[in-house]
């Protein structure tokens, strides 16, 4: 098989395995909805930036919940056995792939919510929803990483959260910085699209770390 | 390792640093009078730290290449001796923005430290925290070198963006942040004159050459303890 086949055909193992099992996306579903209520209960229809802040901060959290099940799941065995298949980079851009379409959908699926209980105190709605997607593969690509390595640590679930955090601040408020846009809020001409292809700079930074690093631990 | 002109050198420069710190003319700038004299502290604190992160990749990446042991040792010691440099870079730089930054409009020094910059410098201390609670939750050795080494690699490419990027963008007290326009992310070079010069170049020297000596030692240290395993 070339690569791209084996990436193809982990990629769809991971899918099949979602759409059979569908314990992520309905235990993501149950989560933004418990989320979203809490919230609604408890603040009603936010202002803007309050609205922002805590969409951001739900989008945290789901991609932590969603991202950290793909290595989690895999036990000792079964790398042992993607390890005899395929090489590192194919298994990591599988990886890659079924955590962009997974944190994509849920992007999605938590701006509907929201909008739907919380209000949408956005002006420009096709910028906001193309900016949570950003956000969103953003997110994934980071989460992924830093749940592959975790998945070679012991308590991996903590440790995941403690490293990835610190790290995915700078685009945490790159991304809450940007959707002020969508607001309203006024920026210097060109801010805006300088800010978010630093955004789209920083996600080509992390895929090139991914395939860089994560050979090193793959190999146990 | 067993040299020891580098360490001489590092105490006369580090004595000329506060010697000369304290004694030699500074120019006399806006609001921040004397308190200029702290750029000999406070700015080495950072760059050194920055030398010492970038240290300590170069031997994760050392580690990655090799798989010899002693190049995970260097690496942790030298991202220890850094974060203890970020520490006091905070800490000098928290003294620096009491007398500098706080007006006499009622405003306490924890409104003030609300800044993008020192968040981003608070993101960094974080990240490497992070890298020693990762370090601890690891019994196998091995393991544990190859995968901190992997994700000291990876922290450090994400200083960047939390240090030297993301407060360039916003407004901040700082110098070096947009409407300070000195195109320098840390410091305004409109502020120093040659004068300045002739003791900021040797404190990064000496300050640096500092960290690394503290840095060798917890090095002899730890090789001290690991003795079995590295033969």
Known sequence: MSSSQKIYAL???DLLLEIRQQYTFYGILLYVACIVYVLFLSVNEPDAPTWNAL???NMLFISINAVAKSFLQEGRGKMLYYYSIAGAREFIIAKLLYNIVLMLVMSLLSLLTFSFFLGAPFLDGIKFTGLTLLGGISMSLVFTLMAAIASRASQNAAIMVIMGFPVIIPQLLLLIRISKSAFGEVFKQGVVSQMVFLLIGLDVLVLALCMILFPFLWKD | MHKSWWKIAAVVLLVYTI??????????RFILNESIRNLYFHVCMWLAMMILFGVSVAYSIKYLRTQQYKHDIYAAAFAGTGLFMGLLGYATGTIWANYTWVTDQGQS???ILKEPKLLGAGIAILIYCAYFVLRGSFTD??????VTAVYNIFAFVMLFPSIWIIPRLVGSLHPGSPGNDSGNPALNFNDLD???RIVFYPAIIGWTLLGV????LKIRIQFLKDKAMLQ
């Open chain 1, 55 to 57: 969409f951001w901060v």
């Open chain 2, 213 to 216: 000596w503290i840095t060798t």
């Open chain 1, 11 to 13: 990629f769809k193992k």
């Open chain 2, 109 to 111: 020094l924890g409104t």
């Open chain 2, 19 to 28: 010697a000369g710190g304290f004694l030699m003319n500074v120019p006399r």
């Open chain 2, 141 to 146: 050795i091995d393991k544990r070198a190859r």
């Open chain 2, 194 to 196: 040659s004068q300045m």
